[in-house]
Nanobody, 123 residues
Framework: QVPLVESGGGLVQAGDSLRLACVAS????????MAWFRQAPGQEREFVAA????????DYSDSVKGRFTISREKYKNTVYLQMSSLKPADTAVYYC????????????????WGQGTQVTVSA
């Protein structure tokens, strides 16, 4: 059973908006911090945004701050990423991740991962 399932990716033009969603399976039976990462072709996976289990804390990479918004259903393992003012540099496979507890962990400490959803931004 895939622990996390992402949806919402697609092909858009620069300046457009897109909303990603991630739903956890019953395999993840406690509320955890969740995050979005992305990986562009030929590059390492990078952190995008994270949100604590109670949605009290959020964190963003500098490259998306002010353009992307992470949100979640409070105390449920469902998370969203609203992406606005998209740029070609945002083109990547976007992965959802779940931590081990409510607090946002370090980027290398996420326990569960989804299989990713492709986001392509044309110029």
């Amino acid at each position: 059973q895939v622990p996390l399932v992402e949806s919402g990716g697609g092909l858009v033009q620069a300046g457009d908006s897109l909303r990603l969603a991630c739903v956890a399976s019953e395999r993840i039976d406690t509320v955890r911090a969740m995050a979005w990462f992305r990986q562009a072709p030929g590059q390492e996976r990078e952190f995008v945004a994270a949100i604590s289990g109670g949605a009290f804390s959020k964190d963003y990479s500098d490259s998306v701050k002010g353009r992307f918004t992470i949100s979640r259903e409070k105390y449920k393992n469902t998370v969203y990423l609203q992406m606005s003012s998209l740029k070609p540099a945002d083109t990547a496979v976007y992965y959802c991740a779940a931590g081990r507890e409510l607090q946002i962990p370090q980027p290398l400490e996420y326990e569960y991962w989804g299989q990713g959803t492709q986001v392509t931004v044309s110029a």
